[in-house]
Every structure is written in C-alpha cells, then in structure tokens.
C-alpha cells in the first residue's frame, strides 16, 4: 500500500484560493489512480476530484467544476488540488486517497490507501 500525506490547507477568505498537496510514498506512484475527498462535519466523506494513472483522465463533482484543479507530478510522487474561488461550503477535511485501478472511482470504498487529511476552512 502507498502512503500519502497531505498538507496545503488553512483558513483562507471567500474568493480566496489555496493549494493541496499529497505526498506519496512506499508504491511506484504512477501506477495510482489518485483522488482527493472531504468531510464535512455531520456529512459523509464525498468525492471532489479524481485522476487516473492510466488515461490522465480527470474527474470531478458538480459543485467545483470550474474553480478546482487536479494534476499530479508522477516524477516527484505528488497529486495537486489546486481550489480557486473558495466558498464557506467547501470547509472541510480534505483526504487524498489512491489505488490501482485505470478509471476514477467516485466512492470511497474503491480506494485502499487513505491520507490523515488536512483541514480547510473558508470564512465567510
């Protein structure tokens, strides 16, 4: 299983934009599909954006479309959210996750390999 360890959030302004990342380790990365979701406090852990290993496919919920960016660095084992115009909904924990499959899952239980998250808040 790879390892992966988030880091980029914070508090940031409505409008206001901030950049994840996650690190990964201990798998050969380019081999993973990669994805990044969050947790709201009370919600359910929902998929916010996906990229496949084997097409470059991305993927992501309604609600980002246009203002979210995916990409990844497979020579420096890292995946990128790259999140414009932030908005107070998108507060939350936000977790990469990976595995091995060629198209990108948008639930959770497709994914085996799991972040311990990184907090972002967006004031209003």
């Known amino acids: 299983q790879v390892q992966l360890v988030e880091s980029g959030g914070g508090l940031v302004q409505t409008g206001g934009s901030l950049r994840l990342s996650c690190a990964a380790s201990?798998?050969?990365?380019?081999?993973?599909?990669m994805a990044w979701f969050r947790q709201a406090p009370g919600n359910e852990r929902e998929f916010v954006s996906g990229i496949s290993w084997h097409s470059g496919n991305t993927d992501y919920v309604d609600s980002v479309k246009g203002r979210f960016t995916i990409s990844r660095d497979n020579a420096k084992s890292t995946v990128y959210l790259q999140m414009n115009s932030l908005k107070p909904e998108d507060t939350a924990v936000y977790y990469c996750?990976?595995?091995?499959?060629?198209?990108?899952?948008?639930?959770?239980?497709?994914?085996?390999?799991w972040g311990q998250g990184t907090q972002v808040t967006v004031s209003s």
């Open positions: 201990g798998g050969t990365f380019s081999w993973y599909t």
């Open positions: 996750a990976a595995d091995r499959t060629t198209v990108v899952h948008t639930t959770t239980n497709q994914y085996h390999s």
